[in-house]
């Protein structure tokens, strides 16, 4: 659940499973599914609000920076004393995929290429945001995809390659981990003190492709596609991208795991990462928090969003 509130309202009653866009002049964004109790939102003084359901499920409104913001997070009473930290994640994943929805949108993106696909939550979060254009997804680990496959069978437009993308073509030895952390890089010692997950790996021979010799079987039927490149490889993001070769001039805005604290040996950091893809003509709309050691308060990993700055004079 959401709210955004730019004033005080007093007392409202909705009934949950509805998307209250606007009350009177001012601003309400309320998502919630499934539920059907009514839901009561009240004042308590001018910084604090609860929302309520009719038995003893209770909200409470947080404001979060200055007053003049008017910014405000919604969450259960019982879990208000949860780190920020964990918050700030919440929120970035949730502004990151407001940002992902509209790039989609305004770019008129007709294929996306969900690189690391895993199981399909990126996907599914890209159906359930609307978008309904082609989506080539492509994920080595060979039960991942197998999954995948069963999930993507029920959509015509929603392609499944088992195969990761690099530089070079060949077969390699991945590093499997229960999850979402595979990557072809042995995990650096600091990654495993960091997860434990990193310390249960096991090999797994998988195939791995050129973005540009894909491209086209990836983009068959569709007349000028205009993509998206969403990459997620665990430490083997800028070997995908280099894989792409020219092709890359096709792509009109991409989406990276950057590393500022590398969790695999040989893993690239954001500033190389970052100057390669401004190199080819991208430029950031967006940072986005994905994983931070608590210990030191370092950031580990980020999504990076980038465009090419004359993309949207390109629509027409």
């Not at 004393?81 to 502004?95: E, N």
């Not at 790996?201 to 540009?212: G, N, V």
Request: with cysteine.
């Amino acid at each position: 659940m959401a709210l955004s509130l730019r004033r005080p309202v007093g007392r409202l009653l909705v009934r949950a499973g509805y998307e209250i866009h606007k009350v009177d002049e001012d601003l309400w964004v309320l998502r919630r599914s499934g539920a059907k109790e009514p839901v009561i939102v009240e004042r308590l003084d001018k910084t604090t609000w609860t929302v309520q359901r009719q038995r003893k499920d209770r909200r409470k409104i947080v404001p979060i920076g200055p007053p003049e913001l008017r910014t405000h997070l919604l969450t259960q009473e019982r879990r208000a004393p949860v780190p920020m930290s964990k918050r700030q994640r919440a929120m970035g994943d949730y502004l990151a995929h407001e940002l992902i929805a509209t790039t989609l949108r305004e770019l008129r993106i007709s294929c996306v290429l969900d690189v690391g696909a895993n199981v399909g939550q990126f996907a599914q979060g890209l159906r359930d945001a609307g978008y309904a254009g082609r989506i080539a997804s492509f994920e080595p680990i060979a039960d991942l995809a197998a999954s995948l496959r069963d999930k993507a069978s029920r959509d015509p437009d929603w392609l499944v390659f088992n195969c990761a993308l690099g530089d070079e073509p060949g077969e390699a030895q991945i590093n499997a981990v229960p999850g979402t952390m595979s990557s072809l890089l042995p995990s650096s010692e600091f990654g495993k003190d960091w997860s434990d997950k990193l310390h249960e790996t096991h090999p797994e021979t998988i195939r791995i492709e050129r973005l540009d010799a894909m491209l086209d079987e990836a983009t068959a039927g569709l007349e000028d596609p205009r993509l998206y490149l969403k990459m997620d490889t665990q430490g083997y993001d800028l070997q995908t991208f280099r894989g792409a070769g020219k092709r890359i001039d096709d792509v009109l805005a991409l989406q990276s795991e950057v590393a500022c604290v590398p969790i695999y040996d040989g893993m690239t950091r954001m500033p190389e990462q970052l100057a390669a893809y401004e190199a080819e003509g991208f430029e950031i709309t967006g940072i986005y928090p994905v994983s931070r050691h608590v210990a030191t308060l370092r950031m580990i990993e980020l999504d990076l969003m980038m465009i090419r700055p004359d993309a949207m004079s390109q629509q027409s």
